[in-house]
């Protein structure tokens, strides 16, 4: 018989994983958003008909973005 604290941390345990899958779906929709964003700005059609340069340009302005984000984020904090 497991004991009430070892039940009990099981369910903070699945709590806890719950909560991670549905915060890495929630930044997965924003990331495939911004993804959308930049390629429009580009004027890329996004798909598997899309050159590779064209998918890494969009690629790297991400990643910029992202950089920058981080950035400010950070300057904010102190």
Known sequence: MMSRKKN???QNS???KKQNRQ???SKRESSNQ???EIANEF???LGPETDSRC???V???MTK???DMSRSSKKRSK
């Open 8 to 10: 009990s941390e099981k």
């Open 14 to 16: 699945n709590s806890r």
């Open 23 to 25: 915060n890495n779906s």
């Open 34 to 36: 911004m993804k959308y």
């Open 43 to 45: 004027g890329a059609n």
């Open 55 to 57: 998918n890494g340009k």
């Open 59 to 61: 690629r790297g302005e």
């Open 65 to 67: 973005q992202l950089a």
